[in-house]
């Protein structure tokens, strides 16, 4: 989930604490130090939502696409297991394992994961919704994990 964060000077305190209970609820608009001014932007292209080319579907399918001719010869390090069925802790051991080969793999989805992500961000910082942005808050809840963490460093350098 991409997210358009616009600072807006002094903070929403007041308003916040009226339209709320406790700091703010999901998907609230106004926080103690700023505005959000879109949470994405339905763009369509050829394959669909813009924005879904940047989900953990799409990294999901990005290694499915990968592992496939691996599949086909009968290499694939990550086993027979459907990638949408694969668990944070199976990624997770796959880069940190012994074996090269998935840990090599899982690098591949995640670095093309990167360009996506890249992608879609600047499409977005190219509408006219999205012009002023400020900051751009990533979400999703997959940080938890050796596999998130490497995903969060995909943020640092499509912030480069």
Avoid at 14 to 22: C, L, N, P
Avoid at 99 to 114: C, K, P, Q, T
Wanted: hydrophobic letters at 40%; one cysteine or more; charged letters at 30%.
């Amino acid at each position: 989930m991409l997210v358009n964060v616009a600072r807006r000077g002094k903070p929403y305190m007041a308003e916040v604490a009226s339209a709320t209970h406790g700091i703010a609820q999901h998907g609230a608009t106004r926080l103690p130090s700023v505005e959000v001014d879109s949470f994405n932007i339905e763009i369509k292209d050829e394959e669909g939502f813009l924005g879904d080319r940047a989900s953990k579907r799409a990294f999901r399918k990005i290694l499915e696409t990968l592992r496939k001719p691996l599949r086909n010869s009968g290499d694939d390090p990550l086993g027979e297991t459907d990638s949408e069925q694969l668990t944070k802790g199976i990624l997770d051991e796959a880069l940190i394992g012994e074996d090269v080969g998935a840990a090599a793999l899982v690098h591949g989805a995640i670095e093309e994961f990167a360009q996506e992500l890249v992608y879609v961000t600047r499409r977005f910082l190219k509408s006219k919704a999205w012009s002023d942005t400020e900051r751009i808050v990533v979400g999703g809840g997959f940080r938890q994990s050796r596999v998130g963490n490497c995903i969060g460093s995909v943020v640092g350098r499509a912030a480069v």
